[in-house]
């Protein structure tokens, strides 16, 4: 498996532009999550979905838009990029093990730069 | 409103040295904690889970400890190696939550 997949890995943007980072996981969890990371600062989790068709707002859900068509992938969307969203955003994977706890899986990071 | 959080930002031990990592957390609904490492440049890992009808667990090397009378958590890493230098984090999921909040991190350094 090749767990959690981001792309891409590095993005400079400017100011009002749009993009769509990607993220896939291929072990068949029902639940994803975006999260910002900042300097010193610990996760901040953006939007998240506990399943397909289903998204829900995180902490800091502004300025970002997601879906969920399918189970592997969940895209997250800067509509008008600002350098308050210089980040690293990493994505997430989790399932309810037998046991009832969650593992979440994390991406290896996308950094951003918008100028 | 609630948070998650550590006490030291920055921790420094020698190799061979047992480290402590502390988290303090203020939810008390929630009822599964968990410690992830992430290393520079990479994704958080996890490492190691407690649920609130425990006190203790441990993994290799590892050990979580939870102090619900004081919503107190901390990790303890044995025999501490260069390779267990990293940022640690702390996270709490409330009870009917899907999604774990995060604490700020600690950074340990690990001196050969």
């Known amino acids: 498996n090749a767990g959690v997949t981001q792309t891409p890995k590095f993005q400079v943007l400017k100011t009002g532009q749009s993009m769509t980072l990607q993220c896939a996981q291929d072990?068949?969890?029902?639940?994803m999550s975006w999260y910002r990371q900042d300097p010193g600062m610990g996760l901040r989790l953006i939007h998240y979905?506990?399943?397909?068709?289903?998204?829900d707002q995180g902490e800091v859900p502004n300025g970002y838009n997601v879906s969920r068509s399918t189970t592997e992938d969940f895209p997250l969307r800067l509509l008008s990029a600002a350098p308050s969203q210089t980040s690293v955003y990493f994505c997430?994977?989790?399932?309810?093990?037998?046991?009832?706890?969650?593992?979440?899986?994390f991406g290896p990071g996308t950094r951003l730069l918008v100028l | 409103g609630e948070s998650v959080g550590l006490h030291l930002p920055t921790l420094s031990v020698q190799e061979g040295d047992n480290s402590i990592i502390n988290c303090a957390y203020s939810?008390?609904?929630?009822?599964?904690f968990i410690w992830y490492k992430q290393e520079s440049g990479k994704g958080p890992q996890f490492i190691i889970d407690?649920?609130?009808?425990?006190d203790k667990r441990q993994g290799q090397r590892v050990t979580v400890l939870l102090n619900k009378t004081v919503k107190h958590l901390s990790l303890q890493i044995a025999a501490t190696q260069p390779g267990d230098s990293a940022v640690y984090f702390c996270?709490?999921?409330?009870?009917?939550?899907?999604?774990?909040?995060f604490g700020r991190g600690t950074s340990l350094i690990v001196h050969p």
């Open positions: 997430a994977s989790s399932s309810l093990t037998s046991g009832g706890q969650e593992t979440q899986y």
């Open positions: 072990m068949n969890h029902e639940y």
């Open positions: 979905s506990v399943g397909a068709g289903i998204t």
């Open positions: 939810n008390s609904a929630s009822d599964y």
């Open positions: 407690i649920r609130s009808n425990m």
């Open positions: 996270a709490e999921r409330p009870g009917g939550s899907y999604i774990p909040t």
